[in-house]
């Protein structure tokens, strides 16, 4: 079935350093998201990628959808302990229901 | 204010206890799904509801139940509980599976 990887599993910056994590899938993509979920916390809706090779900004977040739809990055610029938490992707292709990824688990080291 | 609720937030149960779990949304979603996360297997999807009375099986469906009677409520029923059980459990909704989810803020549930 369809499957979509993350990497990295853990990320650990200093305050003030960038972050990325990529997510892959298996399968050409209809749609991408992005949730940040906070220690203790619950998954919260970041955006959604829908277009080849498109591009989308909040404030110091960065997210990208491949031109082949089936990968996606997520870049944080200057990090903050605020960013602190894990970061999912998940994607979904046809009729099938939403894939998540297992995380990029991000720690800010203040 | 929009949101899903769950309830309860902790609870801890014995082995073979029937228990539901509630989940109810205030935003006329027509899609709702049940998850559970465990470290390491990050989110995986028990259940989902593409509407009233439309129920399907997710990756991790067995030993749970679910219905969808009516729009806002979609609770997780768990016949008889085992300790592999154990989870942090969301529910989530949205305008359709490919629109952005509104998740809870999760059951916490022990079996022993």
């Known amino acids: 079935g369809q499957q979509v990887m993350q990497i990295p599993q853990y990320q650990h910056v200093q305050e003030g350093e960038d972050f990325t994590t990529y997510c892959n899938s298996s399968?050409?993509?209809?749609?991408i998201q992005w949730y940040k979920q906070r220690p203790g916390g619950h998954p919260v809706f970041l955006i959604q990628?829908?277009?080849?090779?498109e591009v989308k900004k909040q404030k110091r977040l960065t997210f990208q959808f491949g031109e082949a739809k089936k990968n996606s990055s997520l870049h944080i610029t200057a990090t903050q302990t605020t960013d602190v938490g894990t970061y999912f992707c998940?994607?979904?292709?046809?009729?099938?229901?939403?894939?998540f990824g297992k995380g990029t688990r991000l720690s800010v080291i203040a | 204010e929009a949101q899903v609720t769950q309830n309860p937030r902790y609870l801890i149960t014995v082995t073979g206890k029937k228990l539901t779990v509630t989940c109810s949304q205030n935003?006329?979603?027509?899609?709702m799904s049940w998850y559970r996360q465990d470290p390491g297997l990050g989110l995986r999807q028990i259940y989902y509801?593409?509407?009233?009375?439309?129920?399907d099986k997710g990756d991790v469906p067995e030993g749970y139940k679910v219905s969808r009677k009516e729009k806002r409520n979609f609770p997780l029923i768990l016949e008889s509980p085992s300790p592999n059980q154990t989870s942090l459990y969301f529910c989530?909704?949205?305008?359709?599976?490919?629109?952005?989810?509104?998740f809870g803020s999760g059951t916490r549930l022990t079996v022993v």
């Open positions: 989530a909704s949205s305008y359709d599976r490919d629109y952005g989810y509104t």
């Open positions: 399968t050409t993509l209809s749609n």
């Open positions: 990628l829908v277009k080849s090779g």
């Open positions: 998940a994607g979904n292709s046809g009729n099938t229901p939403l894939v």
């Open positions: 935003m006329n979603h027509e899609y």
């Open positions: 509801s593409m509407n009233v009375e439309v129920t």
